[in-house]
């Protein structure tokens, strides 16, 4: 939905973006220079610093260039070519290399006969269905532990035909990026420049950096199609002003795309999230008639924003350990606790969306100040992100998973009420049982 809060702040958007822009433009020239001084980078924060970026960036050549400039630093690769599915030609064709990647003649791009494309499209989840990228050296073990097993369902030709293609362009570990099923972009990357093999930490931040790089591609589009609309409107001051409204509707759906990509990781419905939304609204309005303070649209829209983008920061996490059936390992967990300030950092760049941002940095305070990243106690932490962590918490225990069946609304309430003072503020634990108790009667 546009927000009168966007359109009174378009100005300020796009002045913010033109800074971002030479921001960038700095940032790159420092990049550049700590990978030659030879600084090792964190895959980690790399993933983030991209998901800031990808949000930033709409030139659509500048962003597949910065993709692999990503990924290059994320795992110190000798070369990457990127096949970005051109609409005009109908092929994936070779719109960015670097390092030593060369095609072969004749090889700078492709249709969709060729055996990579119908490997993303229908072959890898059949053969591969616990993986989506897919490693030379996994193919290779596969065609020589389960020769007999592929010859007989025919699947030795169609490994060979990718072996073939792999081979052709020296490709080591291809991703492909998708968007809604549709293949976008596929990414081959060379041998690793140490000749190590690529750690699961590496393959997780260049799966995670493709899947951000889709959300980015999309935007991209989506910003050039609306950048030609823009050209034929601007006839008058109040077309130019309707536009200006989609862009900052645009800006924020991209943010809202990526967040239901995490949602999805998260293997979240969509009417689980409608739910929480509709609870947290509730609760609040009811807490601000308590304390006699008016609940305002401005209020109201912070809060439906920060209960949808809360979890945006696991767009960092590595689906095994989002995924993961069993409890986390330490270390597991000292990643899982960075998403509220990842979250928090991928949106610090819009100015709308700054209280937003400080509410999602704080969803994991607990009320006796034993939570994190802040370490913040009572009323430090803010009220909406005291109502995020109740909401969340009662919909996590109620809510049936894959791998979980939902627990009755009482057995929810009797944990909230046990962690009242101690993980949540007591105030809202009270107010938020009295709205399902009445929700349910
Ligand atoms: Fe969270």
Known sequence: MITDQWVTTGSLLVLTAICLYLLWALNTRSAKTSTQSGRTSDPRLIVVEAAKRMVEITDHDVLLRLIARYMEEAVNVSQIGLFFWDDEVEKYRLTVQRGRFKAPKDHDQFGLENPLV??????????????????????????REDLSFHEGRGNLATLRLVKNEMDSYQCQYMIPCYYKHRLLAIVMLGAKQDGTRYTQEELDALETL???????????????????????????????????????????QTIVTLAEAVNAKDQYTHSHLEEVEALGQKVAERIYQIKGVPF???????????????DLGKV?????????????????????RLHPEVGARILSPIPTL????????????????????????????????????????????????????????EIAIEVLRSMAGKQFDPEVVDVFVDVVKNQAA
Do not use: C
Request: charged content about 30%; overall charge positive; cysteine-free.
């Open 118 to 143: 119908d490997w993303f499209q229908h072959r890898q989840s059949v053969l591969f269905p616990d993986q989506r990228s897919l490693l030379y050296a996994d193919l290779i073990k596969t065609m």
């Open 210 to 252: 493709s899947n951000i790089a889709a959300m980015g591609i999309r935007n991209s589009q989506l910003v050039e199609k609306h950048r030609r609309t823009n050209e034929e409107l601007k006839k008058g001051i109040e077309e130019v002003e309707t536009l200006r409204k989609r862009d900052m509707d645009q800006f924020y």
């Open 296 to 310: 305002d649209y401005a209020k109201r829209h912070i809060l439906s924003t920060a209960l949808k983008l809360h």
């Open 316 to 336: 960092g996490t590595p689906d095994h350990i989002l995924k993961k059936k069993g409890s986390l390992t330490n270390e597991e967990w000292v990643t899982m």
């Open 354 to 409: 700054r209280e937003v941002a400080y509410i999602i940095r704080h969803h994991h305070e607990n009320y006796d100040g034993s939570g994190y990243p802040g370490h913040l106690k009572g009323e430090e932490i803010p009220l909406e992100a005291r109502i995020i962590s109740v909401v969340d918490t009662y919909h996590a225990i109620v809510s049936t998973r894959p791998y979980r069946k939902g627990q009755p609304m």
